[in-house]
């Protein structure tokens, strides 16, 4: 197994477990943890299917070769990382405007 190919096997279990949490998460204020995760996800699966064709069309004009399977394993690394961004920044975004509008009334 190459370091790319367990990297990538980790993202997708990271993100698997990360989904499954989100999902089943409390609901505290504004948008709840399910629906962030979902708008985070359709996010990802948009991006995902763009990264991957860029990817292959770009890469190889920098002299940088990667195989599909390759690609697709650092598709899920990106995804990782992108799915925690999208959430974190939902979930600080929900907690904001729910100060703001403690403070408005």
Known sequence: MTLLTALGTTSFVFVAVFTYRAYYATHTV???PRSSVAEAWMNIVIGFGINFM????????????????????????????SIVRQYAIRRWWNARLHALAILIK
């Open 30 to 32: 504004g948008q709840s």
């Open 54 to 81: 860029v990817n292959m069309a770009l890469l190889p004009l920098v002299n940088a070769s990667f195989t599909a399977g390759e690609n697709f394993m650092l598709g899920w690394i990106y995804t990782a990382v």
